[in-house]
């Protein structure tokens, strides 16, 4: 456990160096707050300029919430399959892994740790630009923030575990452009209701929504911050069984993503795609 | 090299390096599915989020030609400005730098089947908007925004030219800056709503990118009044065509410039920077 600890803290660090050496720290700021807030902006106008006056107060902040929390799906679900591409094509390191005496999956979770720090600095800078500029009510006095923190925390080991499923499969498939990256948290955006009540989903959709542990989680959030239900098929649930559903649905995808990455581990041994290059 | 030679020699790197990304976007199943249901789901999305928000259906509209534009805006972010950083992250770059062609000729052939492998993603999200969720594409204006389409495209990539050669000597920085340029460009260029929303200056600032003018008339051509255009349609062409002729030319010289820049500052084979 401990060496396991150990690999994690290393791979973190390394996470950070290539992230962030390469500039100043304000200089890396000013990038890494650049998305979140440009996200923010086109949800603004795109509420004001498309809903014609249609959508309120409160249909804004819903939709301000859930996008902002997704962030940390984009930052961290991309960057750890994203680091297999990176290590694995253009820095050459991944095979090196494998000679080191440690394993790959906390290595890559290790990686995983750089993208929730930099994500977090986003999440944060949105929120409060959605508090002081946009002026919004973020929170409420009967707000707990300490479980709002706790919910944050447990959705994003939920992330990273999928993160490690999609870190498998990039194992074995040639390197994505962006477009798959930004395909695939789209599809996540669509399924999770992250900026629309899943009531809008068509209704064959809805069961693989309501799988997803993103769904749950940001329910949660958007009830600790504004202390009311917003998706229409969970407002019979209440914030613990929420809070159930969650860690319940983060136990068994771990389960799974550890299955699923050990088999594409294996996979790609046996095929031989550890060093494999194929950026055309 | 007689004139005859080098033309046939940078036309034959032109289709070497364009080959390349048609086979391999072929070849690899993979990408087929990425390239094409993934990012149609993340343009439903979008479309869902409107009918949400009860928007007119014409902004659908708007959503789904904007979501066929971000799959070239980018291609040419991530696989023309930025490409020559990851060739050089390979070691790949050296290999185009001692060969008798022109470094354009790459770069053009990068920008053909870069095209050809968007095409199909922008295929699949209008034919998905049209099919599934009803929006309106009139056919019989299809054929000048299609004239329109292509001259936006070519002033596009001679715009992910430019970049390519200052991205030529940067380092992790370019993945950075690709990143930079990528949501606040999907702002200003209007790709889920008319750029005129945005107000005059911002709106005037925005249209200095082809796409942002490209896409405006596009919807102006195919959905007229209701557009709420930009600039007058009339315009858009000629403008572009200018963008087209100038960016060549920027490029041509950017790239020569910072290719001799690299090679005195010794950072053309610069790795892991």
């Keep these: 456990m401990r060496r396991t600890w150990e690999v994690m803290r290393a791979a973190a660090w390394l996470g950070w160096q290539v992230e962030a050496n390469w500039a100043d720290p304000f200089l890396f700021a000013v990038y890494a707050i650049a998305k979140p807030l440009s996200t923010t902006l086109i949800l603004f106008f795109m509420v004001r300029v498309v809903s014609q006056g249609h959508a309120t107060a409160e249909a804004f902040l819903f939709l301000f919430i859930g996008n902002t929390f997704f962030l940390y799906v984009t930052e961290v679900l991309i960057g750890i399959s994203w680091a297999v591409f990176r290590d694995r094509e253009d820095y050459e390191t991944l095979k090196y892994i494998y000679v080191a005496p440690l394993h790959l999956l906390p290595y890559l979770l290790g990686r995983g740790f750089t993208k929730m720090a930099t994500a977090t600095l986003g999440v944060a800078v949105a929120l409060a630009f959605g508090g002081l500029v946009l002026r919004l009510p973020i929170g409420t006095p009967g707000t707990n923030w300490i479980e709002l923190a706790g919910a944050t925390l447990v959705g994003l080991v939920s992330v990273a575990w999928l993160g490690i499923i999609l870190a498998g499969a990039s194992l074995i498939v040639a390197r994505h452009s962006i477009n798959m990256n930004e395909g695939l948290s789209g599809l996540f955006y669509l399924l999770s209701g992250a900026v629309f009540s899943i009531d809008v989903l068509p209704r064959w959709v809805q069961p693989i929504s309501l799988a997803l542990p993103f769904t749950y989680w940001l329910e949660l959030i958007r009830r600790i911050l504004t202390g009311r239900p917003f998706a229409g098929p969970l407002r019979g649930v209440s914030d613990g069984g929420l809070w159930l559903i969650l860690l319940g649905s983060t136990v068994a995808l771990a389960g799974a993503a550890i299955l699923w990455f050990l088999h594409c581990e294996r996979v790609a041994r046996a095929r031989g795609l550890i060093d494999w290059k194929t950026n055309y | ?273």
């Design chain 2, 1 to 273: 090299m007689t004139l005859g030679e080098t033309i046939r020699i940078n036309l034959g790197a032109v289709w070497a390096r364009a080959r390349v990304r048609v086979v391999a976007s072929w070849r690899e199943k993979s990408w087929v599915v990425g390239e094409t249901i993934f990012p149609f789901l993340a343009m439903s999305a979008f479309v869902l989020v409107y009918r949400g928000l009860k928007a007119p259906p014409i902004y659908e509209a708007f959503v789904v030609l904007g979501g066929a534009m971000i799959a070239y805006w980018n291609n040419v972010l991530w696989s023309m400005a930025s490409q020559f950083f990851w060739e050089k992250e390979q070691g790949q770059l050296q290999l185009y730098l001692i060969t008798p062609v022109s470094r354009m000729s790459i770069l053009l052939g990068m920008a053909l089947g870069g095209i050809a492998m968007t095409t199909s993603r922008a295929v699949v999200i209008l034919a998905g908007g049209v099919l599934l969720f009803h929006v309106p594409l009139p056919l019989d204006r299809a054929l000048p925004a299609f004239g329109l389409f292509l001259l936006t495209l070519g002033a596009v990539y001679s715009l992910g030219m430019i970049l390519s050669s200052l991205f030529l000597l940067w380092g992790r920085e370019a993945w950075y800056t690709a990143t930079l340029f990528q949501r606040p460009i999907h702002l200003v260029s209007g790709f889920y709503f008319p750029v005129r929303a945005l107000g005059s200056v911002a709106a005037g600032f925005a249209a200095l990118l082809p796409i942002t003018l490209g896409l405006d008339g596009i919807r102006q051509i195919l959905y007229g009044e209701a557009a709420h255009g930009l600039l007058p349609l009339v315009w858009i062409p000629p403008i572009q065509v200018a963008l087209l002729g100038i960016f060549v030319f920027l490029a041509q010289r950017a790239l020569a410039t910072m290719e001799n820049l690299g090679k005195r500052e010794g950072r053309l084979t610069l790795r892991g920077g």
